[in-house]
């Protein structure tokens, strides 16, 4: 998505990939499917998973935006927002994010 320069919805996915990060961490922790929810810091705060501040503020930062990236009403005011430079640092931070997951919670 990025590449082709669909930048809101390469926010989206990678929003989708820090989720499904922590619905496995949730499941393992709990051995139960995880809660129908999108909310990355609802994972976080559940699996007691403690990211430091600036991993805390980035999850809570894509919370936001995803909401957006999901029912995108203003596809043009998002396309406005999420310009190359910005989604290049937001993929760089979910990188990291998904890395420290794997770290933290040693369950892949």
Do not use: C
């Amino acid at each position: 998505m990025f590449v082709g320069g669909r930048y809101a919805y390469a926010v989206f996915m990678a929003h989708l990939a820090i989720e499904k990060a922590l619905k496995g961490v949730y499941q393992k922790k709990f051995n139960a499917i995880p809660p129908r929810t999108h909310s990355l810091t609802y994972f976080v705060n559940k699996t007691e998973l403690n990211p430091n501040e600036t991993l805390g503020k980035f999850l809570v930062k894509l919370d936001q935006a995803s909401v957006a990236t999901r029912y995108p009403e203003d596809l043009v005011k998002l396309q406005s927002v999420y310009t190359q430079d910005i989604v290049q640092e937001l993929l760089v931070q979910a990188k990291d994010v998904i890395v420290w997951v794997k770290k933290t919670s040693l369950i892949f």
